[in-house]
């Protein structure tokens, strides 16, 4: 009888352990992949503005940021470890998982020397505007692929759709295989194409462009925590509001909808930029209450957004959902230099001096951009200068200036003649001979190139440092206190999707933030 009895418990063990296991929900590669990137976010914006979130929420009703944190993996910092952190790298980073040195995307925009000028990094003169006139853009200067093709290939029938204000934002976030990607004319706000993606814009797109065509002109009255602001939607000054973070969501919804965006069978990706956060930094500086107040209006967009994909799928169990930056700002910021001249300008003007006094007048600086500065080829030509003399003579004169941390040239980077004053690696990841500029220069701390309140774009961690907030039902919630780098992300996601990684990435899968 005890071993009868015995037999009989360890068959009803089996059975309850059976039955158990058969109970818990089967977890599959997610139906839609919702990547969502808060421009100029640094990771210490986002941790002071979270007491002022939404509330977590539950998945019928989550909130924004809080709940992301609640049910999924935080990361406080991941790390940009480039010499420039800027928009259109920054997001060309994010969707390919390798650095500029490798995609291709240095700056904003560069000195094009066979052009013989300025070209931003998404303009292309092959393929026309959808919606509005002017420069067209797309994706045919990024030189790696991106997640979305990396989807693509994986399955053909899946749907990629990228929304942003900034053309920038939208087309490198897209790659060059997306279905469809929209971002705003700010000439005419209007939501607009290319031809590089679709001939036409769809019906739900132009419903939302005939309500901005109402609302222009309107008056925008905006009280953000102390400060009242009377502004008029349509111009450039409300793209840093609440009311920008509201559009951009509007046609994120839109697009989610009208697409049917993780309802197919297939691994769908939508990718939304939130570009309104960047222009009020830009607008206002790092700490003004109007920074804050359109923070949290894209914590109440993201609350919109997932409530919607949680209705449209029935819950969010296949949606994988990332959220993290392109860049952060600076706290504070030194613009001038003692005389009054903007940095950027007076270094400028410290070379043209310079090294007309040594070689004979002339225009020897193509262009500048971000600190960087070009040489005129044909300057040289004329003078019979050999560009190595020119270069060494360019440091000479800018090492000792007001602001100046460190100058690099195209021979030291050739060369590996790098200081221990910048980093190896951020020079290695950042810098492309042929686009990046002939010298280079790093600025001291909180010296930053524009003229606006607050700005960005070196490689000190109050720049390169951003949150990274990983959620689904494949991910262990939890703090996670280590550096990630913005270049596992891609490589993470695809693992997540069961995918090769796109070309070029070189990141690491996260494996800290897998459920075991």
Not at 38 to 43: E, H, K, T
Not at 442 to 460: A, F, L, S, W
């Given at each position: 009888?005890?071993?009868?009895?015995?037999?009989?418990?360890?068959?009803?063990?089996?059975?309850?352990?059976?039955?158990?296991?058969?109970?818990?929900?089967?977890?599959?590669?997610?139906?839609?992949?919702?990547?969502?990137?808060?421009?100029?976010?640094?990771?210490?914006?986002?941790?002071?503005?979270?007491?002022?979130?939404?509330?977590?929420?539950?998945?019928?009703?989550?909130?924004?940021?809080?709940?992301?944190?609640?049910?999924?993996?935080?990361?406080?910092?991941?790390?940009?470890?480039?010499?420039?952190?800027?928009?259109?790298?920054?997001?060309?980073?994010?969707?390919?998982?390798?650095?500029?040195?490798?995609?291709?995307?240095?700056?904003?925009?560069?000195?094009?020397?066979?052009a013989r000028a300025v070209v931003l990094a998404t303009e292309d003169a092959r393929c026309q505007m959808i919606g509005a006139s002017g420069i067209c853009h797309s994706a045919h200067r990024l030189r790696a692929p991106t997640l979305g093709e990396a989807i693509?290939?994986?399955?053909?029938?899946?749907?990629?759709?990228?929304?942003?204000?900034?053309?920038?934002?939208?087309?490198?976030?897209?790659?060059?295989?997306?279905?469809?990607?929209?971002?705003?004319?700010?000439?005419?706000?209007?939501?607009?194409?290319?031809?590089?993606?679709?001939?036409?814009?769809?019906e739900y797109a132009l419903a939302l462009n005939r309500k901005l065509a109402a609302m222009r002109g309107q008056k925008l009255a905006w009280k953000a925590r102390g400060v009242d602001r009377l502004l008029s939607i349509g111009t450039r000054e409300a793209l840093?509001?609440p009311y920008a973070a509201q559009m951009t969501a509007d046609l994120a919804l839109a697009t989610l909808r009208g697409e049917a965006l993780g309802k197919r069978g297939h691994p769908d990706l939508l990718t939304i930029s939130f570009s309104s956060t960047d222009?009020?930094?830009?607008?206002?500086?790092?700490?003004?209450?109007?920074?804050?107040?359109?923070?949290?209006?894209?914590?109440?967009?993201?609350?919109?957004?997932?409530?919607?994909?949680?209705?449209?799928?029935?819950?969010?169990?296949?949606?994988?959902?990332?959220?993290?930056?392109?860049?952060?700002?600076?706290?504070?910021?030194?613009?001038?230099?003692?005389?009054?001249?903007?940095?950027?300008?007076?270094?400028?003007?410290?070379?043209?001096?310079?090294?007309?006094?040594?070689?004979?007048?002339?225009?020897?600086?193509?262009?500048?951009?971000?600190?960087?500065?070009?040489?005129?080829?044909?300057?040289?030509?004329?003078?019979?200068?050999?560009?190595?003399?020119?270069?060494?003579?360019?440091?000479?004169?800018?090492?000792?200036?007001?602001?100046?941390?460190?100058?690099?040239?195209?021979?030291?980077?050739?060369?590996?003649?790098?200081?221990?004053?910048?980093?190896?690696?951020?020079?290695?990841?950042?810098?492309?001979?042929?686009?990046?500029?002939?010298?280079?220069?790093?600025?001291?701390?909180?010296?930053?190139?524009?003229?606006?309140?607050?700005?960005?774009?070196?490689?000190?961690?109050?720049?390169?440092?951003?949150?990274?907030?990983?959620?689904?039902?494949?991910?262990?919630?939890?703090?996670?206190?280590?550096?990630?780098?913005?270049?596992?992300?891609?490589?993470?996601?695809?693992?997540?999707?069961?995918?090769?990684?796109?070309?070029?990435?070189?990141?690491?899968?996260?494996?800290?933030?897998?459920?075991?």
């Amino acid at each position: 009888m005890p071993m009868v009895y015995l037999g009989m418990r360890l068959i009803t063990t089996l059975l309850l352990l059976s039955t158990v296991v058969e109970a818990q929900p089967r977890v599959t590669k997610p139906a839609l992949t919702l990547l969502i990137i808060v421009d100029q976010l640094p990771s210490q914006r986002l941790q002071r503005a979270l007491s002022k979130m939404l509330a977590a929420g539950n998945a019928k009703r989550p909130g924004g940021f809080r709940y992301l944190i609640a049910r999924g993996a935080y990361y406080p910092r991941a790390v940009f470890d480039v010499l420039h952190a800027v928009t259109a790298p920054g997001h060309a980073t994010l969707l390919s998982g390798a650095y500029p040195a490798q995609h291709g995307i240095v700056l904003n925009s560069w000195y094009d020397r066979k052009a013989r000028a300025v070209v931003l990094a998404t303009e292309d003169a092959r393929c026309q505007m959808i919606g509005a006139s002017g420069i067209c853009h797309s994706a045919h200067r990024l030189r790696a692929p991106t997640l979305g093709e990396a989807i693509k290939i994986a399955d053909p029938q899946a749907r990629l759709a990228s929304v942003a204000i900034k053309h920038r934002a939208a087309v490198l976030m897209a790659g060059n295989l997306a279905d469809r990607v929209f971002w705003l004319d700010v000439d005419t706000w209007r939501w607009v194409t290319s031809s590089a993606y679709r001939d036409l814009l769809p019906e739900y797109a132009l419903a939302l462009n005939r309500k901005l065509a109402a609302m222009r002109g309107q008056k925008l009255a905006w009280k953000a925590r102390g400060v009242d602001r009377l502004l008029s939607i349509g111009t450039r000054e409300a793209l840093g509001t609440p009311y920008a973070a509201q559009m951009t969501a509007d046609l994120a919804l839109a697009t989610l909808r009208g697409e049917a965006l993780g309802k197919r069978g297939h691994p769908d990706l939508l990718t939304i930029s939130f570009s309104s956060t960047d222009y009020a930094g830009h607008d206002y500086g790092a700490k003004a209450p109007e920074v804050l107040d359109t923070l949290l209006a894209v914590d109440r967009a993201i609350s919109r957004i997932l409530s919607a994909v949680s209705q449209q799928l029935g819950g969010l169990d296949r949606v994988l959902i990332v959220v993290s930056s392109d860049h952060g700002a600076a706290p504070k910021v030194r613009r001038v230099t003692g005389s009054g001249d903007q940095f950027q300008d007076h270094w400028r003007k410290r070379l043209e001096q310079g090294l007309s006094k040594s070689f004979g007048p002339d225009r020897y600086i193509a262009a500048d951009s971000y600190f960087n500065y070009w040489l005129d080829d044909a300057a040289l030509a004329r003078h019979r200068i050999k560009r190595q003399l020119a270069l060494k003579r360019a440091k000479e004169l800018l090492i000792d200036q007001p602001g100046v941390r460190q100058v690099l040239t195209a021979d030291d980077t050739a060369s590996g003649k790098i200081t221990s004053a910048v980093p190896a690696s951020q020079v290695a990841n950042g810098y492309l001979a042929g686009l990046s500029g002939d010298i280079v220069v790093i600025g001291k701390r909180y010296v930053v190139p524009g003229k606006n309140p607050g700005d960005h774009g070196t490689g000190y961690s109050y720049d390169t440092c951003v949150p990274l907030l990983i959620a689904g039902a494949l991910i262990a919630p939890g703090q996670r206190l280590a550096n990630a780098r913005t270049i596992d992300i891609v490589p993470t996601i695809s693992h997540i999707l069961q995918i090769t990684p796109p070309a070029m990435a070189h990141g690491r899968v996260l494996t800290e933030a897998l459920r075991r």
